[in-house]
Nanobody, 124 residues
């Protein structure tokens, strides 16, 4: 089965940095867009940034210039480098990937998969 496993969350002081990673595993045929979302308590999940298979990126206005999303296609991994962190960045961060995979007898195209989430807390 396909899995997305995130790592790198934690507690950081305002102005600090963190780097999140999300690795996809399984019998993956191809991966399209990979993205990071976040959800703060009492708020809806929101897009933080996304990177397509060609490397083009887009970001939420609230993180543009502070966060950088990148991917390593050889490792099926997406990263989120977060700099100049603010208390309002505190949330559970989730990775998402649109990917295609196959089992012994079936091919599944353009399926949306989510990671389990990793907590990021920005506080002094």
């Amino acid at each position: 089965q396909v899995r997305l496993v995130e790592s790198g969350g934690g507690l950081v002081q305002p102005g600090g940095s963190l780097r999140l990673s999300c690795a996809a595993s399984g019998n993956i045929a191809s991966i399209g867009t990979m993205a990071w979302f976040r959800q703060a308590p009492g708020k809806p999940r929101e897009l933080v940034g996304a990177v397509d298979s060609g490397g083009s990126t887009n970001y939420a206005d609230s993180v543009s210039g502070r966060f950088t999303i990148s991917r390593d296609n050889a490792k099926n991994t997406v990263y989120l480098q977060m700099n100049s962190l603010k208390p309002e960045d505190t949330a559970v961060y989730y990775c998402n990937a649109i990917l295609s995979y196959q089992t012994d007898s079936l091919y599944y195209g353009n399926q949306s998969y989510w990671g389990q989430g990793t907590q990021v807390t920005v506080s002094s």
